[in-house]
């Protein structure tokens, strides 16, 4: 069964990834198999998957953790229009269009089969009776037809400028997110920074002192 994500807030705002059947790994790793870019997202954060009848979605250890209906779970089951929230960036889950069509009603196996305006149609004796056929008319030459527009998106307009504001909100930059979420090189240079940024005003403030001594 094939499902879509549709991105509603945050950086990665009207993105769109298609879900096939199996392990899809949502994550700031180039690797995974959806790549979203917001601080808030781990580098493997959770992963859908289509589990016998159901989709469902699995926190893989992530630091801000998956939230659906508001509440942190570790395993949820996915249902049509779920919207969960993957660390700050809400998503929106949808079963495919061609999944969600409605199967056609079934007649009896012993129906007998009549034909009806050179058409074969079978007859269920539990049915209330045929209505006349209406003779068919030859159909005009159509007419040509304009391409037809980009599908529009599921998205609403408030939920389009919201994201929009939130994105635009948001600082882009190193210490923009969590700076757990930064590699192990780039916390050691900031550590050293900060140390020596440290020493510096020591040492200042120690030569000054030394300074106003000596006038005295």
């Given at each position: 069964m ?26 700031r ?39 659906v209906?508001?509440e ?58 045929a ?5 068919r ?5 159509p007419?040509p ?11 609403t307009g ?23 979420q ?14 020596a ?6 040492f ?13």
């Amino acid at each position: 069964m094939r499902a879509q994500l549709f991105v509603i807030g945050g950086r990665d705002v009207g993105a769109t990834f298609d879900l096939d059947a199996g392990d899809v790994v949502v994550g700031r790793e180039r690797g995974c198999d959806v790549r979203l870019t917001d601080r808030s997202i781990s580098r493997r954060h959770a992963t859908f998957r289509f589990e016998g009848l159901d989709w469902v979605v699995e926190d893989l250890g992530s630091r801000n953790g998956v939230h659906v209906g508001g509440e942190r779970v570790e395993r949820a089951v996915l249902t049509d229009l779920t919207e969960v929230l993957l660390g700050d960036v809400p998503v929106r889950f949808r079963v495919a269009e061609e999944e969600r069509a409605e199967p056609l009603p079934l007649l009896h196996a012993d129906a007998d089969p009549i034909v009806l305006d050179d058409e074969i149609v079978l007859e269920d004796d539990d049915a209330p009776p045929a209505i006349a056929p209406i003779p068919r008319r030859a159909a005009p030459d159509p007419a040509p037809t304009a391409p037809r527009p980009a599908p529009p998106s599921t998205l609403t307009g408030n939920e389009l400028r919201r994201a929009e504001i939130l994105a635009e909100g948001k600082r882009a930059g190193l210490l923009s997110g969590d700076l757990a979420q930064q590699p192990t090189w780039v916390r050691c240079i900031l550590g050293v920074l900060l140390v020596a940024a440290a020493g510096g005003i020591a040492f200042g403030m120690l030569r000054l002192v030394q300074s106003m001594r000596a006038t005295l």
